[in-house]
């Protein structure tokens, strides 16, 4: 028996989740809605044998559908979400997974009690870099963990309802929080809406952790900049990193470079010592991304076991976005998380 | 008749002072101090020519000496300076000009009252690259400025004095003060000391300007970066630049592509268009920037003339510093400048 | 009426060419023919509505079918394009055309006498990045150009039944027969086979043009490197240009670098000046090349003009690589073209 | 007693001999000669110690050199070569070493009658490049070497005694007798002269190995270059290197991509497998490499050894020169060794 899954949302990104549920070997899609009927006359032409629908309701209420998968702006998640787990139905929703900590919490308290299991799509979590990132940090390969850079700027389109926190940060808070093991608690953004009002196009926001976590992470991103970077820069005291995710291979190198803190010798001796070996460029799997995120979905449902982007993980991101908006609109103030 | 000068300082940047005012056809170097025995040994060799001393005093009361260069550790600045100014020579300090704002004005005050020139070594003022970005600034090609975006990292080695910020921020500040015109008004830093208690080594500082100017600026610096970056991208509502200081050729690259806001389609529509059309790579100019810079000393010193990077640009600089500092420790806090 | 397809061969590429063709407003496709019993059902499911056949010749003697595109290994091409051409079929062959220039010619013979047209898949003719170096070249906009350099290297599959020569070569001669203009008159071909014998896996070709055209080209080809490479270099006498087909933006940079010949001053006296002035980034257009393709097919079949990429075209490229095997396995003697 | 050098020659290149062996600890510089009166006055104000002429005789001749260096034009090296050998010095000439090899054998044989040494300039084997790609091919790290494909292009002066081949290929030539262990048998080279008569601008060198040896190489050089590119490919079995001299850090590059050639399955089967593992960067050491050369030469003159860099790897250099130059003037005719 294949699980039977219903998609909500067939614009920009809808098709690619449609596509990677029904290629699973036992994940079939039954049904589509979207309240555009041009979305829903491509989805018919390309899958003659899914039903399509223009109320959502009839997806979330079909007794022929197992799991819902939202695929609708954020400001929708919440609503379809909650409706889809009273149904009975498990549910796989888009990034960012609400609009607010409280729509998450509600959604989590409520799977819990339906026995039911939450997704959220953090599609970067199941790219080859972001898994080799993941193995080195865990292994400790990079020693103590000191700073998490990260740099997501391009020529964006402009959204409407959302800045371009929400657009692009979910990104970075979601592949940070999976990779980084440190307890954060404050938030400071600072940013500027050129071009729509509250709509910011360029932001920067860091990330304090507990003192004695000596960590701080920060983000860049911007929808105005003239070129595409997608980079990442990991310190650790032993060994440091730097993912870029835009060049074809050698994503990831690994540089033989950290600290060593040599303190018998007093405070007027220099402390510091550099270690500059060897780098090296670690294999990094080809895998389709959303192909083995369903993947996993399939080995949660089936086994009962908590996705690694399961609705807390969706939930801690969604509350460094609403910090991080929070800060930005009191020109850096320091947010508590 | 040359213009005489006394240099201050042997160390890792005095010989490129020395060497470059030397090599002024109308200047020429006639005394060097350093408390190290080394280094004086070292200029003695190189220069047999010009007397050498361990008291900067000896240099300061000279004669022999119409200009007094400072290249010292930044907390000497101000007393060397000031008994310079003292003693009627012209002052060359060393960037960042001093340890403080109120050393800055005092400096500032004695050499405009003893009608005495003071330049600040901002270095990069002077590269065919800055220079190129002032001049498409300033002729408007980008249009109204709306960001400045700039990221100094490397491996570097830790200084005991002085913080990540006080080392690598002064050439990022002075280069945007040079070739920005915004009224700025606040000042956000965040970032960590990981190794030495209160010697961040890792910084981000956002730069707010008046409102009505809708500019923001951000620099993000790091002693503890596996790979060497030294980008700035600017963003203008017309083009847009980056500059990349580590490629050999093709350094600046300006973009056409801009905003465009049409507001008469109603809230509701698209507001923003984007051109994306032919980016070009202006040709820069191959000069020894320290030459130039020494060039432009003489040539104030002779025509009265303030330099581009006096006491007052220097000041600036070391204003933003002071505030960065300030907010820095109070957890990214908003400073007033 | 819709001008309908028979695509012969859905292994790697057909599929690529099916999906272009049936695509296109006034074309379909109508047959499918594979040798391989798993490619057919592959078909069968992506198009249940396209007939698939097991033998070519049910493909090439439908009644419903106009076009024939052969998209098969190279030893078959004449054999199937001869017969679709008898069946009053135009062609759309696989780009090496055929295995020897006897084989193009008759093909050519044939097409002309029966009034058919025959496109050959010299796809990247249709790229955005082509066509500019085509529309720079053909303007002008270089000069004269002198030399044209091109490689082509990285880790690729052995092929059993070609060498690297048949296999990456006509990329790039049928690039440079599309945007130069010289007469060629001879080749000379080095290479090595080093795993599989006659199967070279290396090769190093030189072309040359008529004396007076002061040409040169030359051809870096390898399945043994360890990184990929795509360049092309075209240096023309007012500028040159340098194409990278895997940077993501900024394929094409136009150099203002040429060379002024100034013979005024005698032999002894530095007769070349170069200028060395400002570079630009042209806008590519974002095409996709095969669909672009296509609809030159069909624009010619209407229109009943040739093809760019027609018979002719597709033999002078066999041509090229006929020489440069001749001349591969003589060490690099030199075979008039 | 330091050894006592005498320096022919101090246009662009030989004021970097001098100061490099006036530096090393027991090396000392006696005499500088130069027919360019203006380079002699430069000598003289660098170098108050150090006598300088007109005449290379009196460097030659003088009782105070213990070593002649010629630093001049590839035509009088020869000449004076063999006048300071006559003369009882060890020599130290710029690459290449001779016009002819029957010259270099002359100058060979004589030292050997004479017992004094001859270095010749192949600076880059002093590279910690250089070293690390000897060090890695030496203790068999590539496998068996299968190629060795060199880049070296830029936009370069003309030279109006000698072509690029004269100019640009000692590099090469030199690095790769240096690091590769392969008996050579013949060239091909080809190339044209597109300003000067028979001063050639691009050339591209083919080398063949004896057949046993299954390598091949090849050099791409290039005055007309609109960018600058030094990269060289070396392939091995077991392991792949690229070395990019034009990047400040990660110079080379070291691929675990070979071949693995299974032929156990028969003809038909797919005989290679590719191994596509983890790539590393090792680290090169930053030393100055003439220093470096000097001090080895210091050594060689003491220790009584053959430098890595004598007459008779001179002697190679200029033979392949010679070879290619004859290969070229025959439009690529095959030259044996």
């Known amino acids: ?46 899958y003659p044998d899914i039903k399509n629908f223009k109320d959502p309701k009839a997806v979330i209420e079909s007794p022929d559908v197992d799991v819902v998968a939202v695929v609708t702006p954020v400001s929708t998640h919440y609503d379809l979400a909650k409706k889809a787990l009273e149904a009975g139905k498990h549910i796989f929703v888009e990034k960012p997974f609400t609009a607010t900590t409280a729509q998450a919490d509600e959604l989590i308290e409520l799977a819990e009690k339906k026995k039911l299991q939450i997704m959220v799509d953090h ?116 060994k440091m990193l730097i993912w870029d995710d835009l060049v074809a291979d050698e994503k990831i190198k690994v540089y033989d470079r950290g600290v060593d803190i040599d303190s018998k010798e007093g405070v007027h001796k220099l402390l510091v010592a550099y270690r500059s070996g060897d780098a090296y460029i670690p294999k990094i799997e080809h895998t389709e991304a959303l192909n083995l995120e369903m993947r996993h979905f399939f080995e949660c449902l089936t086994g009962n076991k908590k996705p690694i982007n399961d609705g807390l993980a969706g939930r801690r991101v969604v509350k460094l976005l609403e910090c991080s908006e929070k800060s930005i609109r009191n020109q850096g103030k320091y947010i508590e998380i």
């Open 123 to 238: 599609t970067f979590l199941f790219t080859g870099a972001v898994r080799k990132m993941k193995e080195l940090i865990a292994k400790k390969e990079l020693g103590e963990i000191l700073y998490f850079d990260s740099t997501r700027i391009n020529l964006g389109l402009f959204q409407h309802d959302v800045n371009v926190i929400w657009d692009l940060a979910p990104h970075d808070f979601s592949i940070m929080d999976y990779v980084i093991d440190k307890k954060l608690k404050g938030v400071s953004a600072h940013g500027m809406a050129h071009v729509q009002k509250k709509i910011e196009n360029v932001a920067y926001i860091t990330l304090y952790a507990e003192e004695k976590e000596k960590f701080i992470a920060h983000f860049n991103i911007n929808w105005l900049s003239p070129v595409k970077v997608r980079t990442m820069l990991i310190g650790g005291d032993k």
């Open 1 to 46: 028996m294949k699980i039977k899954v219903g998609v909500i949302g067939y614009g920009y990104w809808g098709p690619n989740i449609v596509r990677n549920f029904h290629t699973q070997p036992e994940m079939i899609v039954k049904a589509i809605a979207d309240i555009d009927q041009g979305a829903l006359k491509r989805a018919g032409q390309q």
